[in-house]
């Protein structure tokens, strides 16, 4: 079956580091996204991953090990702009995304 | 570049109405995914179309359907509305690479919230 687990919440401090994990057990694999959705928008895209290892862009970093179905979206020097829920999403062979519930990010000052 | 846009940005319905949802997609892209967001969960995959045809459906019956047009704008129709089909309807649009045989990443419009009374 298909299952995509993230944490329901978590929260940081400004100008910390936050690691936001989520696990996948999917029919095939052919990608792993983050998105960011702000309350009552659409989601942006953030990162994608298809190989094993480390991406990073800016103050953002997405890691991903394929053989433990696991993956981490890393947030560097928090700022309250990242306030959000952050979305784990993967694609299967048959190109369907399926959608984690999301990551409601709590950013205090 | 002109991004994704959807129609309308709200709407209301009663149980056992009909609604179409309109999306156009980023310029330079072909394919088209439609997506249902309830409160408090991540989007659901409804279906996706290239080429003016379903190319993959989610978990969604019948009475949810689709069209994609010729300059790869989409419809979602839903028919016979139920309590339950209240929420923020996603359209997402991506380009179809046929050397990999996959779409590219998917970039979101604004969504269209409906309410079903």
């Known amino acids: 079956g298909q299952n995509i687990d993230q944490p329901t919440e978590m929260t940081a401090t400004e100008g910390a580091i936050v690691q936001i994990n989520c696990t996948y057990q999917?029919?095939?694999?052919?990608?792993l996204f983050w998105y960011q959705q702000h309350a009552g928008e659409a989601p942006t895209f953030l990162s994608y991953?298809?190989?094993?290892g480390l991406e990073e862009k800016g103050r953002f970093s997405s890691f991903l090990s394929r053989s433990k179905g696991y993956s981490y979206l890393l947030l560097k020097e928090l700022q309250m702009k990242d306030s959000a829920s952050y979305l784990c999403?993967?694609?299967?062979?048959?190109?369907?995304?399926?959608f984690g519930k999301g990551t409601r990010l709590h950013i205090l000052p | 570049e002109t991004g994704v846009t959807q129609s309308p940005t709200h709407l209301i319905k009663t149980r056992g109405q009909q609604v179409t949802l309109r999306c156009s997609s980023q310029?330079?892209?072909?394919?088209v995914s439609w997506y249902q967001q309830a409160l408090g969960q991540g989007p659901q995959f409804i279906f996706q179309?290239?080429?003016?045809?379903?190319?993959g459906r989610g978990n969604f019956p019948p009475r949810f359907s689709g069209l994609q047009f010729p300059n790869y704008s989409s419809e979602l129709n839903v028919n016979a509305l139920e309590l339950d089909d209240s929420a923020l309807y996603l359209c997402?649009?991506?380009?179809?690479?046929?050397?990999?045989?996959?779409?590219?990443?998917?970039?979101f419009g604004p969504g269209t919230r409906l309410t079903v009374l």
């Open positions: 997402a649009s991506s380009e179809w690479r046929a050397t990999s045989g996959r779409a590219d990443t998917q970039y």
């Open positions: 999917t029919s095939g694999f052919n990608g």
């Open positions: 991953n298809v190989l094993d």
């Open positions: 999403a993967v694609r299967e062979w048959d190109d369907k995304i399926i």
């Open positions: 310029s330079g892209h072909n394919t």
């Open positions: 179309y290239y080429r003016e045809e379903e190319n």
